[in-house]
C-alpha cells in the first residue's frame, strides 16, 4: 500500500508564491507517476500538474506559473507555485499510480490509484 501526505498550504497574497510537497511512504518505490489535483467549493476536481515517466504535463490555467518537481530520494513530489492568484484557491490534493501514463490519461484523476487528504491553499486578493 501507499501513503502519501501533503503539506505546504497556507493563507497568501495575490502575486505571492507557495510550495507544497507530497510525501509518499510505502511501496513509494514504483510510483512512476505522481501529480497534483485541486478542487474549490462547488467545483469539479481539476488537474494541475503531474510527472509520469520523463514527462511533464500542466493544466492550462497554471502553465507558466506552477512548477512540479520530483526527489526520487526522498520519494517526494514538490509543487511550486508563483504568481498566485484568487482563483488558485482551492485543496490541493497529491495524487499517484504506479504506471505510467500517456498523452490524455494523465489528465484525469480516475486513472490515479492513491490520493493524499489534501492541503489547503488559500490566495487574498
Known amino acids: 500500500q501507499v501513503q502519501l501526505v501533503e503539506s505546504g498550504g497556507g493563507l497568501v497574497q495575490a502575486g505571492g508564491s507557495l510550495r507544497l510537497s507530497c510525501a509518499a511512504s510505502?511501496?513509494?518505490?514504483?510510483?512512476?507517476?505522481m501529480g497534483w489535483f485541486r478542487q474549490a467549493p462547488g467545483k469539479e476536481r481539476e488537474f494541475v500538474a503531474a510527472?509520469?515517466?520523463?514527462?511533464?504535463y500542466y493544466g492550462d490555467s497554471v502553465k507558466a506559473r506552477f512548477t512540479i518537481s520530483r526527489d526520487n530520494a526522498k520519494n517526494t513530489v514538490y509543487l511550486q507555485m508563483n504568481s498566485l492568484k484568487p482563483e488558485d484557491t482551492a485543496l490541493y490534493y497529491c495524487?499517484?499510480?504506479?504506471?505510467?501514463?500517456?498523452?490524455?490519461?494523465?489528465?484525469?484523476?480516475?486513472?490515479?490509484?492513491?490520493w493524499g487528504q489534501g492541503t489547503q491553499a488559500t490566495v487574498s486578493s
Open positions: 495524487a499517484a499510480r504506479q504506471g505510467t501514463l500517456y498523452s490524455g490519461r494523465v489528465y484525469s484523476s480516475s486513472n490515479y490509484d492513491y
Open positions: 510527472q509520469s515517466g520523463w514527462n511533464i
Open positions: 510505502g511501496r513509494s518505490f514504483s510510483l512512476n507517476t
